[in-house]
């Protein structure tokens, strides 16, 4: 199979801020056509990575190539194809959204059309309200038209740190299926940062991990999050005659750990079945299965640090 074009690589990137290393030799690459997740905690460095690749500020040391081009020599043309929201977008909140749009295409000095304005407008789902002052919409409504103002030069690569920070639900499913949209319709290549696993999982095909400014893991969505590997706790009415019959069964060095009601195991999907069969057999009573996958778990535990 051919592999797809690389559109961004980050080789051994550091960034020190004085003493302090925010970002510690990450390296990864994002392909065309990829929803690419950039996963970590609050304070992990993804927005360093990520204003590093838009050059707003400079790597210690390491290399990026965007487009295939050194980022350092040729920052201008590369610029020119990155649509980004690095922080919450800014409007002028007295003029309209249309208004708005047309003032960001001059500034960016693309020749942008009415026509397409008003396609941009309705891609984002705000046909009706472009009249409207900026200072009436909602939160979500502004993200929408901060995406809106990323694609005014036709940009290849979208880059989106944490744009569902501070969204309702909606505001969140909205700019999924967005998401989902420049990748599917438009065909751009999106690099999107957050700190919340499910969300990536759900629009990501490709996605890394980092914490303390070091990379976890990085992969395939799909692949890193249905490994075989399961955190299963059985809870149930006895646990220690549950351990004894548990302890001649080839299940035994499945077990993790005890607790006054429950037993957690690592292990496979197909166990799960088997371990609950040889547990009601013997009379105990399983009151509840949790299944967690371990890279969520492991997840979870990082955020919860
Ligand atoms: P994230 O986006 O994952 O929340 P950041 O990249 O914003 O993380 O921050 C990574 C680390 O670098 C944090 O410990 C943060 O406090 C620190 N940091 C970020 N910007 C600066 C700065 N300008 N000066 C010093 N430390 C910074």
Same mark, same amino acid.
């Given at each position: 199979?051919?592999?797809?074009?690389?559109?961004?690589?980050?080789?051994?990137?550091?960034?020190?801020?004085?003493?302090?290393?925010?970002?510690?030799?990450?390296?990864?690459? @994002?392909?065309?056509?990829? @929803?690419?997740?950039?996963?970590?905690?609050?304070?992990?460095?993804? +927005?360093? &990575?990520?204003?590093?690749?838009?050059?707003?500020?400079?790597?210690?040391?390491? *290399?990026?190539?965007?487009?295939?081009?050194?980022?350092?020599?040729?920052?201008?043309?590369?610029?020119?194809?990155?649509?980004?929201?690095?922080?919450?977008?800014?409007?002028?909140?007295?003029?309209?959204?249309?208004?708005?749009?047309?003032?960001?295409?001059?500034?960016?000095?693309?020749? @942008?059309?009415?026509?397409?304005?008003?396609?941009?407008?309705?891609?984002?789902?705000?046909?009706?309200?472009?009249?409207?002052?900026?200072?009436?919409?909602? *939160?979500?409504?502004?993200?929408?038209?901060?995406?809106?103002?990323?694609?005014?030069?036709?940009?290849?690569?979208?880059?989106?740190?944490?744009? &569902?920070?501070?969204?309702?639900?909606?505001?969140?499913?909205?700019?999924?299926?967005?998401?989902?949209?420049?990748?599917?319709?438009?065909?751009?290549?999106?690099?999107?940062?957050? *700190?919340?696993?499910?969300?990536?999982?759900?629009?990501?095909?490709?996605?890394?991990?980092?914490?303390?400014?070091?990379?976890?893991?990085?992969?395939?969505?799909?692949?890193?999050?249905?490994?075989?590997?399961?955190?299963? +706790?059985?809870? @149930?009415?006895?646990?220690?005659?549950?351990?004894?019959?548990?302890?001649?069964?080839?299940?035994?060095?499945?077990?993790?750990?005890?607790? &006054?009601?429950?037993?957690?195991? *690592?292990?496979?999907?197909?166990?799960?079945?088997?371990?609950?069969?040889?547990?009601?057999?013997?009379?105990?009573?399983?009151?509840?299965?949790?299944?967690?996958?371990?890279?969520?778990?492991?997840?979870?535990?990082?955020?919860?640090?």
């Amino acid at each position: 199979m051919l592999e797809s074009t690389k559109i961004v690589e980050v080789k051994n990137l550091v960034k020190n801020y004085g003493s302090f290393c925010a970002v510690k030799n990450v390296s990864f690459d @994002v392909y065309e056509g990829d @929803v690419f997740g950039f996963l970590g905690p609050n304070g992990a460095g993804k +927005s360093t &990575t990520i204003r590093t690749i838009l050059s707003l500020i400079k790597a210690t040391s390491g *290399h990026i190539k965007i487009f295939d081009k050194e980022l350092n020599t040729n920052r201008n043309s590369i610029l020119s194809k990155i649509g980004c929201i690095v922080e919450k977008p800014d409007f002028y909140k007295f003029l309209s959204a249309e208004k708005n749009l047309e003032v960001f295409a001059r500034i960016s000095g693309a020749n @942008v059309s009415k026509t397409k304005i008003h396609e941009l407008i309705e891609f984002v789902g705000l046909k009706g309200r472009e009249k409207d002052r900026i200072n009436g919409f909602s *939160h979500g409504m502004k993200q929408r038209l901060g995406i809106a103002q990323t694609l005014i030069h036709n940009p290849d690569l979208i880059i989106l740190d944490e744009p &569902t920070t501070g969204l309702d639900p909606q505001g969140i499913i909205d700019i999924r299926n967005l998401i989902l949209q420049l990748k599917n319709k438009q065909h751009k290549t999106v690099i999107l940062s957050s *700190h919340i696993l499910s969300e990536i999982e759900l629009i990501a095909n490709r996605m890394i991990i980092i914490n303390k400014g070091e990379t976890v893991v990085q992969g395939s969505v799909s692949e890193l999050l249905n490994a075989q590997d399961l955190i299963v +706790s059985f809870t @149930v009415n006895d646990v220690e005659q549950a351990k004894q019959i548990l302890a001649e069964s080839r299940f035994t060095k499945d077990i993790n750990s005890f607790s &006054t009601s429950s037993i957690l195991f *690592h292990t496979s999907h197909e166990h799960i079945a088997q371990i609950n069969k040889l547990l009601c057999a013997n009379n105990i009573l399983v009151n509840a299965i949790e299944t967690k996958r371990k890279l969520e778990d492991y997840f979870l535990k990082l955020i919860a640090n």
